[in-house]
């Protein structure tokens, strides 16, 4: 646990993020095959790579573990009627527990996008976290009056969220909406079809993401390519209708299910319109290995789901606990990557197991 390297992140264009990679990949060779040998060498942390960065101190970098897990949440609905679809259903209250538990536990939100283009800029020694909403469900977001104003339903997604972020300055509104703007109500937008923009809007003005989920939660592994395209294309306007000129760049694939041809994600167009995605989430799968390892396809995300029938969350809070060592844990500076001399990121480990 003792020496650090510190590297340059990549940046966006393919050939510096290839070169990081390799660059990230040497530091661990280096760390795991000559570790022992090189111990004496230069004495202490000077035998570590250089670090070319004076924005990591040496004791968040002593603590840094940017090759260890992250997960990313999936949620349906939050809150309403239970009996409506109870296996897609969180209670509210259940939700503010998990939002308090990871506060507690030195989480950190983030939005999908920054995770999938590696823009992880979350304070040191917290481990980031991604919460998604799939199917933009009048659960997540509904708006009632209040003094003349439109605000989010307290027992909504949305509310609890700002209601926690109110009371917890340090805790940012970030979370990432898959929606699904031609849904049948309560799935447009989030049911109130005359406050769509209004919803919309207030996500994006809070620091909040817009995924697509597609036109109408479309089966994309069944969907020709210039259907899987036009759903794309047709789902980011619909979003763009509301919000001029947002850029839309990850999708939550509805059901998990790929186009046989998945660069028909990455990039497309239908009748003259073009898109260019960054990521795209699974819908289940465990904890995922952070950008920069090989294990990582931002178009393969795995998730984790919340609602308490799954069990899939608590058993993830409770691997975290016992093993520590395999969360990610930041240096504070999302331009460089910190990684432990000990780290083996080929190894399997029981969190990311569990997915396949
Ligand atoms: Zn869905």
């Not at 109500?185 to 809007?201: H, T, V």
């Not at 597609?214 to 969907?223: F, G, V």
């Not at 844990?329 to 029981?350: H, I, K, M, Q, W």
Request: aromatic share 10%; with cysteine.
């Amino acid at each position: 646990m003792g020496r650090v390297a510190t590297l340059h992140r990549g940046a966006t264009d393919p050939v510096a993020r290839t070169a990081a990679l390799v660059a990230f990949l040497l530091a661990v060779i280096v760390g795991c095959s000559g570790g022992e040998e090189s111990a004496g060498e230069g004495g202490g942390e000077s035998s570590a790579p250089q670090q070319e960065t004076t924005g990591v101190s040496a004791e968040a970098a002593a603590d840094a573990n940017e090759a260890g897990l992250i997960m990313v949440l999936e949620y349906h609905r939050v809150g309403g009627d239970p009996s409506f679809a109870p296996e897609w259903t969180i209670s509210t209250e259940d939700f503010r527990d998990q939002l308090q538990y990871l506060y507690d536990n030195d989480y950190y939100p983030m939005n999908f996008r920054d995770l999938v283009e590696d823009n992880i800029d979350v304070p040191a020694g917290k481990t980031p976290v991604v919460l998604t909403f799939d199917d933009s469900s009048d659960t997540q977001f509904t708006m009632v009056r209040e003094n003349d104003e439109w605000v989010p339903d307290p027992d909504g997604a949305v509310g609890v969220m700002a209601d926690f972020s109110e009371r917890n300055p340090d805790w940012p509104m970030r979370a990432t909406f898959f929606v699904l703007p031609e849904a049948d109500a309560p799935n447009n937008l989030f049911g109130q079809p005359e406050l769509s923009e209004k919803k919309l809007n207030y996500l994006v003005d809070n620091g909040m993401e817009i995924g697509t989920h597609t036109l109408y939660h479309e089966n994309l592994a069944l969907a020709s390519p210039e259907e899987v395209q036009r759903q794309i294309v047709l789902s980011i306007e619909a979003v763009q209708e509301y919000v001029p000129g947002y850029e839309v760049r990850t999708l939550g694939v509805p059901f998990g299910e790929y186009p046989e041809d998945i660069t028909l994600l990455h990039s497309g167009s239908y009748e003259g319109r073009s898109y260019r995605l960054s990521g795209a989430a699974e819908v289940t799968g465990g904890a995922t290995y952070p950008p920069g390892h090989p294990e990582f396809d931002p178009f393969r995300v795995p998730r984790i789901q919340a609602e308490p029938e799954k069990e899939d969350i608590g058993y993830y809070f409770d691997y975290f606990e016992s093993n520590p060592d395999e969360r990610f844990v930041s240096d504070g500076d999302p331009e460089t990557r910190t990684v432990p001399d000990d780290a083996d990121l080929r190894e399997t480990t029981g969190a990311a197991d569990e997915q396949y």
